[in-house]
């Protein structure tokens, strides 16, 4: 396993990290969810990620369940806040009120006395960024968190947060969690030059476009049963962002140029998002240990500069980002 450091911060982290959301807590039952979690910290993985808002919090419960076994100096986990959390006023968002008290959520249902990295999943515009910053301060200066850091914010509001926090004395931002795949190259335009200059990390969702780059689905036709494309459960992102003709014709291409290589398309879509020198982590999503051992595989398959022109062509990087 490789382990690549956090951006400019001391934290090294495996170049491969084992997700919870659609999976562990709420897809995969316990049995599958600890055996997964034991192989991937028996190859080397110590990069756990999670959130409150996955199934619920059962997510966390679960992972929390499997974890509690293993040397926690051996772990680097992270979980998160902003999602909605129940029906009252304050029970979303990045208030201090809400990071607080889901911050001890997450800890009680993780059994655990600290996170590694908590993490705001959305922007909240409705929450002066002040009030945030400060929030996270306090938590790092009371033991329950190490790193703070975002997912999916725009660029330039992490340069905004870590401006504040130097205003304030407070701990900048260490990591940023995008999605990226081949099929989603946007964060290559403005956000990893950002976190490179700003001295972030990066750890990446959803690598395999939600399956669509593994090659299980085929032009023409309706996805099989069985695949989260059929299950109305976890079909939402990928029948939003990914589903139509064009994109599955490019997955078939890529499986050929796999079988070139002697290996999977979900192994070459997964060596593609290591090789970007800003990426220090992939996050697996996988729903058996087969799976995950045939994904940590892509951990020592380096792509040759023809692979990746042909990667490049079929998957061009698009021109703009897109506005919110």
Request: proline share 6%; net charge neutral; glycine share 8%.
């Amino acid at each position: 396993m490789q382990y690549r450091q956090m951006g400019k911060w001391g934290a090294r982290v495996s170049c491969f990290g084992l997700g919870s959301y659609l999976t562990i807590g709420y897809t995969v039952d316990d049995e599958t969810s600890r055996n997964m979690i034991r192989k991937a910290y028996d190859a080397g993985i110590n990069y756990f990620d999670t959130a409150n808002a996955y199934a619920r919090g059962q997510g966390e419960i679960a992972l929390g369940r499997c974890l509690a076994d293993l040397p926690r100096s051996d772990l680097f986990v992270l979980t998160k806040v902003w999602a909605p959390m129940g029906a009252g006023p304050n029970d979303s968002g990045l208030s201090a009120k809400h990071i607080r008290e889901q911050c001890e959520a997450s800890l009680r249902r993780l059994r655990m006395d600290y996170v590694d990295v908590y993490m705001c999943h959305r922007p909240d515009p409705a929450t002066p960024l002040e009030e945030t910053v400060r929030a996270m301060e306090d938590l790092i200066r009371a033991g329950k968190v190490l790193y703070w850091g975002v997912s999916e914010w725009p660029a330039p509001l992490l340069v905004q947060a870590n401006a504040l926090a130097r205003e304030l004395g407070a701990r900048p931002l260490a990591v940023s969690q995008p999605r990226y795949n081949l099929l989603y190259r946007y964060p290559e335009q403005l956000l990893f030059p950002t976190t490179a200059e700003q001295g972030l990390g990066n750890v990446v969702f959803s690598p395999l476009a939600h399956g669509m780059l593994t090659g299980k689905y085929r032009p023409g036709e309706e996805p099989p049963p069985g695949s989260r494309a059929a299950d109305d459960r976890q079909n939402a992102v990928i029948r939003k962002m990914y589903w139509n003709e064009a994109n599955k014709a490019k997955a078939e291409q890529l499986g050929r140029i796999a079988a070139e290589l002697g290996v999977t398309a979900a192994e070459v879509a997964l060596a593609w998002c290591l090789a970007n020198p800003h990426v220090t982590s992939v996050i697996l999503g996988t729903t058996s240990v087969t799976q995950l051992e045939q994904n940590l595989q892509a951990a020592e398959l380096t792509l040759s500069a023809d692979v990746l022109a042909r990667l490049d062509a079929l998957f061009p990087a698009p021109e703009s980002v897109p506005q919110a």
